[in-house]
């Protein structure tokens, strides 16, 4: 296993386990997560453990043109009870994310470590937000990294009403630039919404 140092730099991806981790250690500094991300590396730890780096083989990701819209959430989306934002409240966003309860975890990996990355990367331009409000209260949302190259990282979502992160992420999709949504990691509700596997090595020519 690779142990990383004070040097910003990553093993090649090829060199990750069969599950996907890469390397141990190192920082959350906006340097070395720009790197990372630039790479096809995210981290993803939970508390008490040390910083772990990913980069799995095949990759979680949506196309947009590939984003399926049921008839239900067509109704919903009709309706519009909700209002979609993009980086009004990105420090409430990632704060509700860390609190959402998640089936099959004890705890969160938005750790306050990891809030406090993601926030100097807000700063610098390179996280973004999007918030669902319902008579103006923050109802859903979800956050990212966004490095300017037609790709959208996705990180976590949270709902406090039914539908309000659909809409969210339905809504960003829709009107969005990007060429690719990197899911990550698989979750049965994204794949209903039209994610797929693919190859790391063909997900690295999107970057």
Request: proline letters at 4%.
């Amino acid at each position: 296993m690779y142990f990383l140092t004070d040097k910003i730099e990553f093993p090649d991806v090829s060199e990750a386990t069969f599950e996907g981790l890469l390397a141990i250690g190192g920082d959350l500094s906006p340097e070395r997560l720009i790197h990372a991300y630039s790479n096809g590396i995210f981290p993803w730890f939970e508390d008490e453990e040390p910083l772990l780096w990913w980069s799995p083989d095949p990759r979680f990701v949506l196309v947009p043109q590939d984003l399926k819209v049921s008839k239900s959430m067509k109704q919903v989306l009709k309706k519009k009870k909700f209002k979609v934002t993009v980086n009004r409240d990105f420090k409430s966003v990632i704060e509700q994310c860390a609190l959402a309860k998640r089936e099959g975890q004890d705890g969160t990996w938005i750790t306050d470590q990891m809030v406090e990355a993601y926030l100097k990367l807000h700063q610098l331009g390179y996280a973004k937000s999007v918030e669902v409000w319902q008579n103006d209260k923050l109802v859903g949302g979800l956050y990212g990294v966004d490095l300017g190259n037609k790709m959208f990282c996705g990180e976590s979502m949270f709902t406090k009403v039914s539908n309000a992160s659909k809409v969210g992420f339905t809504t960003f999709v829709q009107n969005s630039h990007y060429n690719l949504i990197d899911c990550q990691v698989y979750t049965k509700h994204l794949e209903s919404l039209g994610a797929k596997y693919i190859p790391r090595v063909e997900f690295l020519k999107y970057l």
